[in-house]
Nanobody
Framework: QVQLVESGGGLVQAGGSLRLSCAAS????????MGWYRQAPGKERELVAA???????????NYADSVKGRFTISRDNAKNTVYLQMNNLKPEDTAVYYC?????????WGQGTQVTVSS
């Protein structure tokens, strides 16, 4: 079992920044991939960014085209936490943001944190 708890959402004006955090607990020793997703009202959940840690491949990151150059995903293994730094936010970034991971074939989700960007 893995528990994920997000924090850091809120209301910000366009052009502003927020940093989301996702703290993992439980059977986390086998976690090597974590991602941030978002879901806006009336839209499907979409992948925003992912970070993968491999013994031979090192750390790799991937981003949705819509956030490249503005968002940065990172992880602190000592704190079992993944971050999403969001800069130059736009109204279209408004959504509930979820942290997710896959462990031994099981998908885990956090409860989500609301990000609202006003124009």
């Amino acid at each position: 079992q893995v528990q994920l708890v997000e924090s850091g959402g809120g209301l910000v004006q366009a052009g502003g920044s927020l940093r989301l955090s996702c703290a993992a607990s439980g059977s986390i020793f086998s976690i090597n991939v974590m991602g941030w997703y978002r879901q806006a009202p009336g839209k499907e959940r979409e992948l925003v960014a992912a970070i993968t840690s491999g013994v031979t491949s090192g750390v790799t990151t991937n981003y949705a085209d819509s956030v490249k150059g503005r968002f940065t995903i990172s992880r602190d293994n000592a704190k079992n936490t993944v971050y999403l730094q969001m800069n130059n936010l736009k109204p279209e970034d408004t959504a509930v943001y979820y942290c997710s991971t896959v462990v031994v074939g099981d998908v885990y989700w956090g409860q989500g944190t609301q990000v609202t960007v006003s124009s």
